[in-house]
C-alpha cells in the first residue's frame, strides 16, 4: 500500500449523507442563523417557511450508510478506495479479469497470494465487493472446488455474478447476505478470505466468530485490513451507532492497532492466530498505519500449514 493509497479514501458525504449544521438551506441560510436574524421576523422569507430551522439529521445505522455506500459504487462503476489491485495481483493474475472489476476492486492486501489454495478446496468470501478475490481464487481451487462469496450490496453482488460468468466460472456462487449472519452451512469451510472489511464493523467479534463458525476443523481465516501502528498515536475513538461515525466505518481503517487486532481475533475463538504487516505509511494526525494479513486457524494446531 503506498502513501497515495491511504490519502485516497472518498469521503463518505460525497455519497450520502444527512444535512449538516453547517449547511446552507435552499433559501442561503445557514440553519443555525434561522433564529438569528437571517430570516427578519414576520418576513416574506420566513412567511414562506425558508429558514426554518433545520431539522435533525435523521440517524441512520453504519451499515446503512455502508451498504448504501458500496451499491453506489457499484453503480458508478469506480472505487479509489484502498490500494490498486496492480499493487497487490501480478499482471499474469489479473489477466483475464475484466475491466471492470479491477476498477471496483477495494482491497487492501492480497490473501490470494499470501495463502497456497488447493484443487477441491472450498472458500468463502467474507465482504466480497465486485469479486476479484474470489475470480482468482476460483480458478485456483479449479472444478472441484468451489468459492461462495456473501456481500450486503446487491449491486456488487451482481457486479461479481456477472463477472463469474464471463469468466466461464462454474464454482463460482456469490450470495446477498450480513457476513455477521453469513448465508452459509456451519464448520464446511476450508478457506475463509476477507480484504478490508472488518473495518465496517462497529462489533469485529461479531464477525469474527461467524468466521469461525464456517471454518470446519483445520480451516483457517485469510483477513487483509489496515490497522494502526503499535507503536504511534492510538487510534481515535469513533462514535458507535451515530450516523456521525458512519464515514470511519465505511473507510478501510480498522480503529485498532496491530496487537489489538491481534488480541481481538483471537478472542474470538480461533486457536492460533499469525499476523504479518506491511511497511507503514502516514496516515492522519502523526499517525501511521499498515496493511496486515491475519492468519486465524481454528484450530490450536492446523491439520496442514496454509502458505
Ligand atoms: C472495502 S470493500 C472490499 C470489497 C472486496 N473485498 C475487495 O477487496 O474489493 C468492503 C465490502 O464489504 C461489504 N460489506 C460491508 N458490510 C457488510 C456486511 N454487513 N455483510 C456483508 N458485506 C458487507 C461492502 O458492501 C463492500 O463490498
Known sequence: MGADDARGFISLDELIRPRTAAEPDACGCAPESADSGCCAPGSAEQDAGCCAPAPAAAFVPVETHVKQRYDALAVQGASTLCCSPTSVYTPEELAAVPEW?????????????????????????????????????????????????????????????????????????????????????????????????????????????????????????????????????????????????????????????ESQYRDLVLGAGFGRVEMRSDGLVPYRDGAEVTSAMIFAYRDDSPAQPCC
Open 101 to 257: 472489476v479491477l476498477e471496483l476492486s477495494s482491497g487492501c492486501g492480497s490473501p490470494m497470494n499470501a495463502i497456497a489454495l488447493r484443487p477441491g478446496q472450498t472458500v468463502v468470501d467474507f465482504g466480497c465487493g465486485a469479486g476479484l478475490d474470489l475470480l482468482i481464487a476460483a480458478r485456483r481451487v479449479g472444478e472441484t472446488g468451489r468459492v461462495i462469496g456473501v456481500d450486503a450490496s446487491t449491486q456488487m453482488v451482481r457486479t461479481a455474478r456477472r463477472a463469474a460468468r464471463e469468466m466461464g466460472l462454474s464454482n463460482v456462487d456469490v450470495r446477498v447476505g450480513d457476513i455477521r449472519r453469513p448465508p452459509v452451512r456451519e464448520a464446511t469451510v476450508d478457506v475463509v478470505m476477507s480484504n478490508c472489511v472488518l473495518g465496517m464493523f462497529p462489533d469485529k467479534q461479531e464477525v469474527l466468530r461467524a468466521v469461525a463458525g464456517v471454518l470446519r476443523p483445520g480451516g483457517v481465516a485469510v483477513i487483509s485490513d489496515v490497522v494502526y501502528s503499535d507503536g504511534g498515536p492510538p487510534p481515535p475513538d469513533v462514535a458507535v451507532g451515530e450516523s456521525a461515525g458512519a464515514e470511519d466505518f465505511a473507510r478501510c481503517v480498522v480503529g485498532m492497532t
